[in-house]
């Protein structure tokens, strides 16, 4: 496609349920990142992928979140046993290679009750 | 704790008018990005400044990066309602990209 994709671009759901958020590079980007930005925050470095690879997890909040990336292309966030202090906009950047100008997605817009 | 410190949180000018915005931190960045963010969508790359004391202009947007590699500024001269969004600094070290909480410009008509 011409951009990063994300889906869905919003999701409501209840405390404690698990939820899975979706990305969609730039055709051939190698590398994938994902990013929180909450109300008044800036952007929060949850996790990068070269390749399928995920060398540093160390932003991902708490072990109820995990991500993978298949096939070099799509990636899935997913959050377990959602809280509400998860609320917040999930956005996705890719970019051609590491350290290169990274683009990104939409965002999808994540409300816990 | 922000790495990146944004100032000012929220500006609000009239059309036509000059603006600056700032961008500190304490850390020394190999590189400093400007990002523009609209409701609704990511943000979007204005510039990428690398040299210590680098000035680049975009027509009316001029963005500084300081001497020591530390601090940098936005500054938007004749300010126009197209100019209004959330104005995000972003520090560069390895693959990882440190941003600042953004300042928030409305430009009135």
């Known amino acids: 496609g011409a951009g990063v994709s994300q889906s869905p671009s919003n999701k409501v759901t209840e405390k404690g349920k698990d939820v899975e958020l979706r990305c969609d590079p730039i055709?051939?980007?190698?590398?994938l990142y994902w990013y929180r930005q909450s109300l008044g925050q800036g952007l929060e470095f949850l996790i990068y992928f070269q390749g399928n690879s995920a060398p540093d997890k160390s932003g991902l909040p708490s072990d109820r979140f995990s991500a993978e990336r298949t096939g070099g292309s799509v990636s899935t966030l997913t959050i377990q046993r959602t809280q509400q202090e998860d609320s917040a906009v999930y956005l996705c950047?890719?970019?051609?290679?590491?350290?290169?100008?990274?683009?990104f997605g939409p965002g999808t817009r994540l409300l816990v009750l | 704790t922000q790495l990146l410190e944004q100032s000012p949180q929220f500006l609000s000018i009239q059309e036509g008018e000059n603006l600056t915005v700032y961008c500190n931190s304490s850390?020394?960045?190999?590189?400093l990005q400007w990002y523009r963010q609209e409701p609704g969508e990511g943000p979007v790359l204005l510039v990428t400044v690398v040299t210590g004391g680098e000035v680049k202009k975009l027509k009316r947007l001029t963005f500084q990066f300081g001497d020591a590699r530390k601090d940098s500024s936005l500054h938007i001269t004749a300010a126009q309602p197209g100019d209004t969004g959330l104005y995000l600094c972003a520090g560069g070290r390895d693959y990882k990209l440190s941003f600042g909480a953004g300042t928030t410009v409305t430009v009135r008509a």
């Open positions: 950047a890719s970019s051609f290679y590491l350290q290169e100008t990274q683009y």
């Open positions: 055709s051939g980007h190698t590398a």
């Open positions: 850390s020394v960045f190999s590189s």
